[in-house]
Structure formats: structure tokens, C-alpha cells
């Protein structure tokens, strides 16, 4: 189906269609197709999928490349929060800014919408990067709710896995593994892991950073749940030909073996996985 026959035509307009017409929204409007600019024509009852995309498709006939600004800047929210969750902040504002960042992207179901509502990952990454690396001290709960905000961005928003390894999350993440001290941060370090070893950069920065030893040496202390996460990821690293060396050298080997004698069938089928690999 055209775009003409889509969107000017009076058919219902696709699920790709309304994707791409949001994400070219929460970006520049050049990359709007010429056929979905402007306010259509067509029947707007086909759901409402379609006329929320019809409504953001006529407001971009009417403001063009300011509209993702407008959002943005009638939504001050997130850049209140991420001015208040900046080390130099007092840990108590920092705690309650955190908490509340955590509810804003818990609300928001795409990463469409999120960008639309003005959030930008690559401001918010770098600082909880930040803060997942060198919380303040004894400040455990501002460690948490950094992870459980990063491990949001990286769930709800695939494009932020780059500017997370970029920001050498992977090598924060990694050190909290092999020396834990709080299972919770634990548990959303191998979260977020999976997440990041989905890249190519991610998955070079866990080899460089021991990653298959952080990932299963303490991985029986685990949920089961948490443990297939944990084999998942150790399975992922073991795609790159340079992984063999790296476990052979660090003990990662014996672990991986391990994987093979659990009592769980998802996690054998990881263990065989690697090894196969």
C-alpha cells in the first residue's frame, strides 16, 4: 500500500506507518515522507491509533521542525529532574528527583512517546552513568534508583544502548557483579547487561571488562529468573570469536561448563549454547 493510498487515500494507515511517522516526529520533520505531512483528509474513525497519529501528522503541517521543541519546552519537567539529579546536588534531592524520574519512565510505554514528552537520553544516560559508577557516599538508595532509572532508558529506548556504552556503563555495571554488595543492584546490573551485550561495542566492553566471570561467578545466589538472564547475556558475549581467549584466561570457561550442570533447562540450553559457540 502507498503512502497516498495510506494516509491521503481514506485506508487505514499501517502500523510501520504510524511508527515511523512518531519517530520522525520526535526527531527533525525532514525525515516526515512528504505524503504524511500536513493534515489529512481521511476518515479518522479507524481507531485510535490512527488519529493520534493523524493529530501529531496536522500539528507538523502547522509547525514543521518546531514541533519537537514545542514539546519539550511546554514540558519542563525532565529538565528539572535532570538538573536536581546532578552529583553536585545534596544526596536528599538527588534521592527524591531519582524517585521521581523512575515514575515518568515507568509511565511511558514507547520510545516514541518518550522523546516526544522532551526526554533525551543522551543528557540522562551520561549522569547516571555517573552516579551508578561514583554514588555518593553510603548512599545506597541513589545507586538503586540511578540503576532502576538507567535499566528503564534501556528497556523502554534500544537507541540508548550506545550512548550507555559510550559512557562506559558496561565497566560500572561489571565492577558492581564482581564485588557485589546489594542484590538489587545486582539483579538490575544483569538487566541492564543483557541490554547493552545486544551491540557489538557492548558486548567488546564486557569481554574487555571480565564480563563472563561478573556475569556467572556469583550467578547461583540468583533467582532462577535472574539466572537464565545472567546465561542469556554470558550466550550473547560468546558470539565474538575473541571471547574463546578471554575464558580460557580468566576462569570464565569452568563457569560457562557450570551452566551445563544446573538444574534449570533454559540455563543448560545457554551453557551448551556458548560452548557451542
Known amino acids: 500500500m502507498s503512502d497516498e493510498e495510506g494516509v491521503g487515500g481514506g485506508g487505514d494507515m499501517s502500523e510501520h506507518d504510524i511508527m515511523r511517522t512518531l519517530r520522525a516526529l ?11 505531512r500536513g493534515t489529512t483528509t481521511r476518515d479518522y474513525t479507524s481507531g485510535p491509533m490512527q488519529l493520534t497519529c493523524c493529530f501529531f501528522v496536522g500539528l507538523l503541517g502547522q509547525f514543521g521542525g518546531d514541533l519537537p521543541m514545542m514539546f519539550g519546552a511546554h514540558n519542563p519537567q525532565f529538565r528539572n529532574l535532570l538538573e536536581k539529579i546532578q552529583p553536585s546536588n545534596a ?30 537520553a543522551d543528557a540522562f544516560v551520561p549522569v547516571l552513568a555517573t552516579l551508578v559508577a561514583a554514588p555518593p557516599s553510603d548512599s545506597m538508595d541513589i545507586l538503586l534508583l540511578a540503576c532502576r532509572a538507567l535499566a528503564t532508558i534501556l528497556d523502554v529506548m534500544p537507541t540508548a544502548v550506545d550512548i550507555a556504552v559510550a559512557a562506559n556503563v558496561v565497566s560500572s555495571l561489571c565492577d558492581k557483579l564482581l564485588n557485589i554488595e546489594y542484590m538489587d543492584v545486582a539483579e538490575l546490573a544483569l538487566r541492564m547487561l543483557e541490554r547493552l551485550c545486544s551491540s557489538s561495542a557492548g558486548r567488546a566492553a564486557a569481554l574487555h571488562e571480565n564480563g563472563v566471570v561478573a556475569l556467572l561467578q556469583f550467578v547461583d545466589f540468583f533467582a532462577v529468573d535472574v539466572q537464565r538472564t545472567a546465561a542469556r547475556t554470558a550466550a550473547l558475549l560468546c558470539t565474538d570469536a575473541t571471547s574463546i581467549p578471554t575464558l580460557q584466561s ?10 551445563t550442570r544446573s538444574f534449570d533447562a533454559d540455563i543448560v540450553y545457554h551453557g551448551i549454547d556458548c560452548l557451542d559457540r
Do not use: I, K, N, Y
Request: aromatic share 2%.
Open 26 to 36: 520526535s526527531r527533525q520533520s525532514q525525515d516526515l515522507p512528504q505524503t504524511l
Open 91 to 120: 544526596p536528599h534531592v538527588q534521592m527524591a528527583s531519582l524517585s521521581e524520574l523512575c515514575e515518568q519512565l515507568t509511565m511511558s510505554s514507547s520510545e516514541e512517546m518518550l522523546a516526544l514528552s522532551g526526554f533525551r
Open 250 to 259: 580468566t576462569g570464565g570457561l569452568q563457569l560457562v561448563h557450570a551452566l
